[in-house]
């Protein structure tokens, strides 16, 4: 018996419905970025854990219409840096979280890849995201310390034909501010905000 990729995510989305109240969640606020640095809030989008993975719920409005690429990257910080003599928007935030140094673009269902790959956001036509997504990979305790870059263009989940799915420009960030229960090590907020 064969089963659809979307008869696995309903599923998943379903049990994480009957299970959030028990379960680790974080909230990300998420802000237009540009090479001058912050612009205006877009939005937030909660992360909660599940038995299958990381459920996704964007609440965000002010995206261009269509899909984005959608990442967990390493660094929490979402401020504009130089390369090549230009100022970049989020290149603070470094590249996709890949904790096992694959070097792969391969989405986030796939193991030989950046575990930081999300499934595409895709903005309705009035720029809002608000259909929730899973990523059965993750877990709310690999965001700590990370951000969460929206790109410009949609993205195919592979190197080819462009570099990282195609997902172009970085135009939207949050950092994530998660705080680990028993944790003795937690890190000032106030120090990585955009």
């Known amino acids: 018996m064969r089963i659809s990729m979307t008869t696995l995510i309903a599923g998943a989305l379903a049990a994480y419905a009957g299970t959030a109240s028990a379960q680790q969640s974080t909230t990300v606020a998420v802000i237009e970025i540009s090479e001058k640095g912050s612009g205006a809030p877009l939005g937030t989008v909660v992360f909660t854990d599940t038995p299958h993975g990381l459920a996704i719920d964007p609440k965000l409005k002010g995206l ?42 391969r989405g986030p269902h796939q ?10 956001l895709v903005a309705d036509k009035d720029g809002a995201a608000s259909a ?43 950092v994530f501010d998660v705080k680990i229960a028993n944790s003795a090590a937690r890190r000032d907020p106030a120090a990585t905000r955009p």
């Open 64 to 105: 261009p219409p269509g899909p984005h690429g959608f990442h967990v990257h390493e660094n929490p910080s979402c401020a504009a840096a130089a390369q090549d003599g230009k100022m970049v928007p989020g290149l603070a935030a470094g590249g996709h979280y890949d904790p096992k140094g694959t070097k792969a673009h």
């Open 111 to 120: 193991h030989d890849g950046h575990l930081g790959d999300l499934p595409p």
């Open 132 to 174: 929730k997504l899973l990523a059965p990979r993750l877990k709310v305790a690999d965001l700590r310390g990370r951000s969460l870059i929206i790109h410009a263009n949609g993205d195919n989940f592979d190197d080819k034909p462009q570099p990282l799915g195609g997902g172009g420009g970085r135009i939207a960030c949050g």
